[in-house]
Each structure stands twice: as C-alpha cells, then as structure tokens.
C-alpha cells in the first residue's frame, strides 16, 4: 500500500465520507418505512436471532476482519498510531455481543426453527437477573437502581454526576488528544460517530416505554454502529490522513 499524496488524501477523505452519509441515510431511511409501512415484516426486525441482528453482526465482523488486514500491513503500522488497535478489537467484541456469546456460558437449548444450529440461554445471575451480551451490563445497572427504589430522574442525576461530572472537568485533557486523532486520521473520526449510534442503541436498549419501535430502533443504530466501524476500517485500509503520518510506535511528544 502506496500512501497517497495529501491532496489525493483530502479528495478520497471527502468521497468515503459522502459515501457513508448517503448509504447511512438510505439504510435508517428504508428500514425504517419497511418497519412503520409493513408491520407483516417486524418480526424480520423485533426477533432474538432476526435478520436485523444478524446484519448487524456481520457489519462488526467485517469492521474485524478488514481492520486487522489493514493494520497488519507495515504502510498501515507507519501510518496509524498504536491506539488503532481499538477499532478492530471493538469490531470483534460488536460481533460477539450480536451473537450473545455471554450466553454460551447459560448453556445451549436444542436445535429450534428460528435457530437451527443452536439457541443459547442468557447467563443468569443472582437475583434473576438475565444477560447473553456485554450491552446487557448496561441494562443490569439500569435496572439494579431501578429494582433499589430509584426513580428514572434520580438515576439520571446518579449517572451525570458519577460519568459526567469527571467526564466535563476533565475534558481539557483528553478532547485535545480526540480531535487531533479525529482531523488527522479519518478512520477515528468514523470510530467517534460509530460510538454516538451505539451509545444511542445503549439508551434505547434501556425500554423505559413497552413499544416495539423501541426494540427496533436499538438493533437498528447497534447495526448502524457495525456500519460505520466497517468505513473506519476501510479509511485505515486506504490509508487516508490529513496530515503528515507519524510511526505507529512513536509516543507523543510532550507539550
């Protein structure tokens, strides 16, 4: 792999990012009128093991896969720093959560016709408490507050202070170093927007409302998150950057 000159960078940065747009558009645009015009089909969407679920697992198996192609070459390892890693590690674990591998370890039920190879049993915890993925620790600490006589506004309180009161008065830290990353090498920036569609997935994974579009819409952006780690793949596959490329093993330079 060739690196390109900055300008050529700046042009096939433009295109991959126009194209990922435009395809994430039309992917929340048509799932969606399938879901509200053809409630016939929602099962293709609302089930365990669904066709949704399964392409997003597939979305976090190629992010895998192409990510560590890409980074295994010696262009790549020069021209993306060591926290590169991170974006196929994060594709393995999607594609892992997707097929609730938590839930190999509350063992495996027979054969059934939604899932014919095998249908696996959420591990269960002390107290009842069911997970078959990592997303699911999420929801446990949701509901172990909730089960504690929290109400939902006090858990809000409870969650902004603990996360996001460090998060905001440690921000001149660590927001420097994320959009340095970001603006030199588009791959991150698609790792940024890939992390808002999983946190949006987290939050309706929470179901405060019984509704079915709630179930729909967190398969839908955890599919969308697989999505966009496959373009952050594929920027560190094409070697893009917007600045001189720095070795993968070289530390920061102290300011």
């Known amino acids: 792999m060739t690196l390109s000159s900055p300008a050529h960078n700046l042009k096939l940065n433009r295109k ?32 365990e093991d669904c066709f949704l ?7 976090f198996l190629l992010a895998f896969m ?9 262009a790549c390892r020069r021209l993306m720093p060591l926290v590169a890693w991170l974006i ?8 892992l959560d997707e097929t609730s591998f938590l839930g190999l370890l509350g063992g495996a039920d027979n054969p059934s016709a939604s899932h014919p190879v095998y249908d696996t049993s959420p591990l269960v915890l002390p107290g009842g408490y069911e997970i078959d993925g990592v997303h699911d620790l999420f929801t446990l600490a ?16 409870l969650v902004a202070a603990v996360v996001g009161l460090p998060l905001i008065l440690t921000r001149k830290f660590y927001m420097p170093w994320i959009m340095k990353h970001c603006r030199q090498y588009p791959a991150f920036n698609f790792l940024r927007y890939a992390f808002i569609f999983i946190v949006i997935a987290q939050l309706f994974d929470l179901k405060i409302v019984d509704n079915p579009a709630i179930f ?3 398969e839908l952006f955890e599919g969308i998150g697989g999505f ?3 373009f ?5 596959w094409l070697g893009i950057y917007n600045e001189e490329p720095r070795p993968i093993f070289e530390k920061e330079s102290s300011q």
Not at 24 to 33: A, Q
Not at 147 to 153: C, E, P
Not at 232 to 236: D, H, K, S, V, W
């Open 66 to 74: 192409i990510g560590l192609a890409a980074i295994l070459k010696p």
């Open 216 to 218: 729909f819409g967190e």
């Open 232 to 236: 952050a793949t594929l920027a560190m």
């Open 88 to 95: 196929p590690v994060l594709g393995l674990l999607g594609f």
């Open 142 to 157: 949701f509901k172990l507050l909730n089960d504690a006589g929290l109400s939902m506004i006090q858990i809000a309180v």
């Open 53 to 59: 679920e399964n392409l997003s697992a597939l979305f």
């Open 228 to 230: 966009t780690l496959v």
């Open 16 to 47: 991959l990012h126009g194209l990922y747009w435009a395809l994430t558009g039309s992917i929340l645009g048509v799932f969606s009128l399938i879901f509200w015009w053809f409630p016939e089909m929602r099962d293709h969407f609302l089930q």
